[in-house]
């Protein structure tokens, strides 16, 4: 059974900084594509950020420049480090790999 966990996330003040994780078991992150998604209450889920299997980054416009998505090959983890917190980030951020999804994590950021 395949299994994403996602950690990191909490309740900060807009300007913070946030690192979110998205562990992998069986399938490696190395190998296979990561994507962040997030999805805010009553809002449609959007696209955040990806890291291809070559190492290759992709993010979404609202958070392009704040955001940062990386890999630890080593731990079979990926990491979304996000800088500059604004309100509306406030969304559960979820990964995703081949067809599996993790819980989500919540990221809430006050003013």
């Known amino acids: 059974q395949v299994q994403l966990v996602e950690s990191g996330g909490g309740l900060v003040q807009a300007g913070d900084s946030l690192r979110l994780s998205c562990k992998a078991s069986?399938?490696?992150?190395?190998?296979?594509?990561v994507t962040w998604y997030r999805q805010a209450p009553g809002k449609e889920r959007v696209f955040v950020a990806v890291i291809g299997h070559l190492g290759t980054t992709l993010y979404g416009d609202p958070v392009k420049v704040r955001f940062t998505i990386s890999r630890d090959n080593a731990k079979n983890t990926v990491y979304m480090q996000m800088n500059n917190l604004k309100p509306e980030d406030t969304a559960i951020y979820y990964c995703?790999?081949?067809?599996?999804w993790g819980q989500g994590t919540q990221v809430t950021v006050t003013s």
């Open positions: 069986w399938r490696s992150v190395s190998s296979e594509g």
């Open positions: 995703s790999l081949n067809v599996y």
